[in-house]
């Protein structure tokens, strides 16, 4: 993760595209230990690496800033973000989440997705690390 709010360029434009993601895990408070965070935190910014974004922000609530790419729609991000993580935390974690688990599904469906085009960064970085942790 970075730190930086600087304009970021691609073959043919210049972009600055914030957004601030939340996604519901499903039965958090037990879910979510520091290992799975750790591992969490490691997928989130491989999968924005690979798909042209960048990952700002993270707090273990499972809020993001994301950097994102023009070319991106922010449904497919969502839906590399949400699927690649739960399928190889279920991998790597699956004899203890299967515990805490109803079936299979790590997050639910829905998900929340903000511009943060209207606020300074780090008045949302801000809002995001104040937010409670496990």
């Keep these: ?12 434009c210049m972009f600055k595209n ?5 996604f519901i895990t499903k039965y958090r ?3 979510l230990t520091q290992n799975i965070l750790d591992r969490l935190i ?12 960048e990952l700002l922000e993270f ?3 499972v809020h993001l800033i994301v950097s994102v790419h023009p ?5 497919n991000l969502v839906g ?3 699927g690649k993580s739960a399928y190889f935390l279920r991998q790597a974690f699956w004899p203890q989440l299967k515990q ?4 299979q599904h790590f997050c639910s469906p829905s998900y929340c997705v903000v511009s943060c085009g209207g606020a300074p960064l780090e008045i949302i970085r801000k809002y995001i690390e104040s937010q409670p942790t496990l």
């Design 29 to 31: 408070p037990d879910l």
């Design 42 to 53: 490691q997928l989130f910014a491989q999968t924005c690496l690979q798909l042209d974004c």
């Design 71 to 75: 070319k991106m729609a922010l449904s």
């Design 18 to 22: 914030s957004v601030h993601l939340v």
């Design 1 to 12: 993760m970075t730190n930086n709010n600087q304009w970021r360029t691609a073959r043919h």
């Design 100 to 103: 805490k688990l109803w079936g």
């Design 80 to 82: 590399k973000l949400k």
């Design 59 to 61: 707090n273990a609530d």
